[in-house]
C-alpha cells in the first residue's frame, strides 16, 4: 500500500500537527507500507532552520518543497506562506501519485485538501482528509473578515468539494464529525480517530522528584498547569480572574509552558492584574514533555464555546497520559468538557465561571487522595481510549479500506 501524507510539517519539527503525522507515518512504515511525505522545509519550532529537500526517517521518504517563510508575524505573510507551499506541494504530490494510491491531505496549511483534491482525482488516486480544524469556519468565529461574505462563502464551497469527493474523512471528534456531515458529506464517510499520545514514553512523573520543579522554583507548591499552543482560540481571561483571586494563596502557582499568539498577551494581562505567581517557561521538547507535564499537579485545557465541533485541544490526550487531573474551561458538555466528565478526571467549568474555577481549584489542592483518584482515572481512560497504538490501528484499518475500495 503506497500512501502519501501532505502537510507543512514533519520530523524533526515539533509541531502538534508534525508530531501526530510523524506518529503513524512512521507506524506504518515499521509495517510494511510505502509510505512518501510532502511537507515544506521549514520548522514551526525553529523558524530559521532549512531542512533538507529530500530525507527519509524511519523508513518514510521526506520529499520538502520551497516556500516562503515570513512566518506568524503578519496575515499577507502567513497567506503567501501557505499559498506557495500549496502550490509547491501539489506539483510534487502530482509527480508522487499514482493510479490507487491513497493520497491523505491534513488541515495545514488551511483548504490545503482542495489543491490536493484536484491532484488526486486527476492521477486516479484515493483521497482522505484529516481535519485537525474546520476551516475557514475557525477563522470565521475568531472574526477575521475574509472568513466571512462572498469570500467565506467561496472557501467554504471549494472546501465542502473536496470533503464531498473523498473517500474518507477523519475527524478528531464526534462533534466535528456532526460538523462535516451537516455540510452535505456522506457520514459514512466520515470517520473519528481521535489525537494520541505515546503511553510508553509519556507515563506519571512523581512530583517530588521531578527536577523540573526545583529548577524552576515550584518543590513546595501546588502548580496549576498550561502546556502547548497558546492560540487565539483558547480562552484565558477565566484563568487569570481565578489567579487573581487566589493571589494571597503564596502556595499555589500558575504555570503556563509553550508558545502562541495569546502569549505575549498573556503576560502582559498577567503583570497588569498583579498576578505574580504565574510562571512562563518556553516550549518544552518532545523527550521533555513528560517532565513538563509531570512539574504541574493539575493541567487547564480551554477553548471558547463557539469553536466546540470546530477545534478539538490535543493537549488533553498528554495530560491524561501523564496521570493529571485536567480543569476544562469552556463547554462543559463540549468534547473534552464530556470525556472529562465521563472519565471522572477532572472538572469542566464554564467560560467566566471564575468561582467554579477556583473551587475546583482548591478542592484539588486540599485532597491529595482527591488529586490521585482523578490522576489514576485520567491515565486508566488514556490506556482504554487514547492511547497511541489503538488509534494507530484505527488509521491502518480505515486505510486498508480505502486501498481495497473498488
Known amino acids: 500500500m503506497k500512501i502519501v501524507f501532505v502537510n507543512r510539517f514533519y520530523a524533526p519539527d515539533d509541531s502538534a500537527t508534525s508530531q501526530m503525522l510523524t506518529d503513524l507515518a512512521a507506524a506504518l512504515a515499521a509495517t510494511g507500507s510505502d509510505v ?27 520529499h520538502r518543497v520551497w516556500s516562503t517563510a515570513f512566518g506568524r508575524a503578519g496575515t499577507a505573510g502567513r497567506a503567501l506562506d501557505y499559498l506557495t507551499f500549496s502550490v509547491a506541494a501539489s506539483l510534487r504530490l502530482w509527480r508522487l501519485a499514482r493510479r490507487n494510491d491513497v493520497v491523505v491531505a491534513k488541515t495545514d496549511p488551511p483548504l490545503i485538501s482542495v489543491p490536493v483534491a484536484w491532484v488526486a482525482r486527476l492521477r486516479g488516486a484515493r483521497l482522505v482528509n484529516w481535519l485537525q480544524d474546520v476551516f475557514p469556519e475557525v477563522a470565521a468565529e475568531l472574526g477575521v473578515p475574509l ?159 463557539a469553536l466546540e465541533g470546530l477545534v478539538v485541544p490535543s493537549k488533553f490526550y498528554g495530560i491524561a497520559a501523564a496521570g493529571r487531573p485536567t480543569l476544562f474551561v469552556g463547554d462543559p458538555d463540549g468534547e ?25 481549584i482548591e478542592s484539588l489542592r486540599g485532597d491529595p487522595a482527591l488529586r490521585e483518584r482523578m490522576g489514576h482515572n485520567a491515565r486508566r481512560s488514556f490506556e482504554a481510549c487514547w492511547d497511541k497504538p489503538l488509534a494507530i490501528a484505527k488509521w491502518r484499518t480505515l486505510l486498508e479500506r480505502v486501498a481495497r475500495a473498488r
Open 36 to 62: 512518501h511525505v510532502v511537507a515544506s522545509r521549514l520548522r514551526h519550532d525553529a523558524p530559521s532552520a532549512s531542512l533538507a529537500p529530500r530525507e527519509r526517517i524511519d523508513g518514510v521518504d521526506v
Open 147 to 305: 472568513a466571512r461574505g462572498p469570500v467565506g462563502w467561496l472557501l467554504r464551497w471549494l472546501r465542502d468539494g473536496s470533503l464531498r469527493h473523498a473517500a474518507a474523512n477523519v475527524v478528531v471528534g464526534q462533534r466535528m464529525r456532526e460538523r462535516v456531515s451537516a455540510l452535505g458529506v456522506d457520514p459514512a464517510r466520515v470517520a473519528v480517530i481521535a489525537n494520541w499520545a505515546d503511553g510508553a514514553r509519556l507515563r506519571p512523573v512523581d512530583r517530588e522528584s521531578n527536577p523540573l520543579r526545583a529548577e524552576w522554583g515550584l518543590r513546595d507548591r501546588f502548580v496549576v498547569g498550561y502546556s502547548g499552543n497558546m492560540g487565539r482560540a483558547h480562552e484565558f481571561q477565566t484563568v487569570l480572574d481565578a489567579a487573581a483571586a487566589l493571589h494571597g494563596r503564596a502556595d499555589i502557582a500558575f504555570l503556563f509552558v509553550g508558545g502562541g499568539a495569546q502569549r505575549a498577551t498573556l503576560a502582559a494581562a498577567a503583570a497588569e492584574q498583579g498576578v505574580p505567581a504565574l510562571l512562563l517557561k518556553p516550549l518544552q521538547r518532545r523527550e521533555s514533555l513528560g517532565r513538563s507535564l509531570g512539574a504541574a499537579d493539575v493541567h487547564l485545557v480551554s477553548l471558547l464555546p
Open 336 to 360: 473534552i468538557g464530556a470525556a472529562v466528565r465521563a472519565a471522572d478526571c477532572g472538572y469542566a467549568v464554564r467560560r467566566g465561571d471564575v468561582a467554579a474555577l477556583v473551587a475546583a
